[in-house]
């Protein structure tokens, strides 16, 4: 009976080790901004729908043939892209690098976390769009459903690392994990993030907890 325990032991042992995943996707972000209703209206005029360029990765998410101004105290960028559907709140992402070029703070962010953040101007072909807050550095965040969450034994909010091969590899520390039934498995870096350690468009990563 002995043995025949620790045989059993060792199976359910090598199931869990088949069961637990330990490598993401990466999807590589540059700048873009996601609108609201009163802002698109604003910027485009009423009744304006915005165009869809390319589906994301993400469910419903995709990106529009629609670009906008971004206007700080000491800079302007242009030809942002415009991301869709529309949302509650208007919400800029930008680089770090863009924080020095537009003048306002370099605020790093989850997506939707934007209390007490910069605002910048929107310039658009109809009009501009005061925005008081909104302006994020995306946080490095890691997508999945709840059955990947499981798979990879980890919870929505908790924070894990990433290991990155290559000659230019490393670990890059403070990845949140976003867990929803809407969501798609994929790690999101920022242009500069992933510039950086040499990491390119569907590279999978090595989660450590």
Partial sequence: MENYEELLNCIVKEIQKKSTKTSVPVGISNRHIHLSHGALTKL???????????????????ACKECLTLCGPK????????L???????QVEILMSDSFKLGIKGDVRLSGDIADT??????????????????IVAERHIHMAPADAVAFQVK????????????????????SIRVDDSF???CHLDTEEANAMGITPGLNLEIIK
């Fill in 184 to 186: 798609t498995l994929e």
């Fill in 44 to 62: 485009f005029g009423q009744g304006y729908e915005l165009t869809e360029l390319k589906p994301l990765s993400q469910t419903g998410q995709f």
């Fill in 84 to 90: 869709g559907p529309v949302r509650k709140d208007t």
């Fill in 156 to 175: 929505d909010g908790e924070k894990v690392g990433l290991k990155v091969p290559g000659t230019r590899g490393g670990i890059l520390d403070n990845v």
């Fill in 118 to 135: 910069p605002g910048l101007t929107l310039v658009g072909p109809k009009g501009s769009y005061e925005l008081d807050k909104g302006v």
């Fill in 75 to 82: 800079g302007v960028i242009e030809k942002v892209r415009v």
